[in-house]
């Protein structure tokens, strides 16, 4: 059964950096589409990034030009590099992943229901 660890989350001040990890375990004899997503109260999942080996990896327009996913296969962890971090990037953080291959490489990608597996989430809160 496949697994996911989100850490990483903390509290910082707007314009510094966080690193978040995603561990993954149980069934990882195969290669996965994996993505990050993010939530706050009241409003719905939103996708941020994602990565697959066939369409490489995509973002989410608040986040273009800040974030870095990536992917370490031989630790089978996700990673996701946030720069210049505003306030507006508070949130709970979750990891996905999904073993089907991506059909092209739209935007759909970042939608919530393209995945399976999920973690419990980490906090990211960024203070003005």
């Known amino acids: 059964q496949v697994q996911m660890k989100e850490s990483g989350g903390n509290s910082v001040q707007a314009g510094e950096s966080l690193r978040l990890s995603c561990a993954m375990s149980?069934?990882?004899?195969?290669?996965?589409?994996m993505g990050w997503f993010r939530q706050v109260p009241g409003k719905e999942r939103e996708g941020v990034a994602a990565?697959?080996?066939?369409?490489?990896?995509i973002y989410a327009d608040s986040v273009k030009g800040r974030a870095t996913i990536s992917k370490d296969n031989t630790k089978n962890t996700l990673y996701l590099q946030m720069n210049s971090l505003k306030p507006e990037d508070t949130a709970m953080y979750y990891c996905?992943?999904?073993?089907?291959?991506?059909?092209?490489?739209?935007?759909?990608?970042?939608?919530?229901?393209?995945?399976?597996?999920w973690g419990q989430g980490t906090q990211v809160t960024v203070s003005s």
């Open positions: 996905a992943a999904r073993r089907a291959v991506f059909t092209g490489p739209g935007t759909f990608r970042l939608a919530e229901r393209q995945y399976s597996y």
């Open positions: 149980g069934g990882t004899d195969g290669s996965y589409c």
């Open positions: 990565i697959d080996s066939s369409y490489g990896s």
